[in-house]
Each structure stands twice: as structure tokens, then as C-alpha cells.
């Protein structure tokens, strides 16, 4: 997925969150723990070649991890401690991604706000401008903004990724089944840890 959309597309790839990390969340829900670290591992190494640096730092591993982490707690825990969960891992990934932002890209973050608080004073109309207590209401909202949306997105995208999860759990156990027919996976077998590793 993130070899799909460009570099350039930060907000796209920051949705893309809710559905990057569902793979790993149903191969750990489906696998168990020691297999899906695995899987995490060659995920982080391929993710490591293949993507830019800031891409693989601020959505791909967050995205493993997170997977990790939701399918680790989904169905061992309660609904909302798991949704609570994965919503604050998603706002760890959003500051993550604004420290990758500001060491690696060499974007001002408080230079940009404050750009943003100019354009926003100059499409208000003069006349409410002039009055110090809105104008300080302004500047109050927009400060308090930051942090309540990136709480909320995150809450939203944690909502939204584990009724996904839900989804694709329940179809996955009516056509699987709740364990796997040995005589029907036996060709997938392999003997020898090296060649079930690769």
C-alpha cells in the first residue's frame, strides 16, 4: 500500500492506517504471538528496503505494530479496553509522525501553525477581529484544536479499525471454520524449521 501511493501523500497514508494494519492483526489473531514476531520482523526488514525512511518510520512499522498490538488484545480483552488500545497506539503514530516531520524533513511545525493562525485571522471579518475577547477566543480555539483533533482522529480511527477487525474475524471464522482441517493444510506443511521460517 505505501509503495502505491507516493511519498507526498501523508494524509492518505495516514488513513491507509486503518486498513495497513489489519494483516498483521488477523495473522496474530489467527497464528498466535511467536509467529506473527516473526512476520513482524521480515514485514519491518522489507518495509526498511523498499520504502523512503520517513515512510517506513512514521506508517509502516506503526502499522506492524499496531497490528501487532490489536491482535494480541482482540478477543482477550473487553471491547472498549481493546478500541481505548489501539486508539492511543494511533495517537502515538500521529506524534510519531510529526517528530519524523520536524527532525527528518526539517519542517517547522510552529512556524506552520502560525502561518495557519494568520490566514485564519485574515478570512475573519475585521469587524469581530477588532474585539480583543474574540480575537483571544480565536487564538485559544485554534491552539486547543491541535491536540483535540489528533484525539479524536486517533479515537475514530481506533472505532473504525476494530469494527473492521470484527468484520473480518467473524467471515474469516464461517469460511475457515474456528480451526484449520489438518488433512486440508497438509500440503502447506513443511518439515525442517529453516524452510517453515523462509
Known sequence: FHLIFPGGQKSIQGMMLVITFLPTAVYC?????????????????????????EVFLSFAAPALLIGLVAGLTYGKLQRLPVILIVSTMFLLQNIGELLVYYLMMQINLVDTYVRIVGIVHEKMPEAL????????????????????????VSGAKGILGFMILKM?????????????DPDKTKQTKFNGAGISIA
Do not use: Q, Y
Open 29 to 53: 489473531m489467527r497464528c498466535g504471538v511467536r509467529k506473527t514476531l516473526i512476520m513482524v520482523a521480515a514485514g519491518l526488514v522489507l518495509s526498511g528496503l523498499l520504502l523512503p525512511l
Open 129 to 152: 477581529m477588532a474585539i480583543p475577547v474574540f480575537r483571544l477566543f480565536l487564538e485559544d480555539l485554534m491552539l486547543c484544536s491541535v491536540p483535540c483533533m489528533a484525539i479524536l
Open 168 to 180: 473480518l474475524n467473524t467471515r474469516l471464522t464461517s469460511i475457515l471454520g474456528p480451526e484449520a
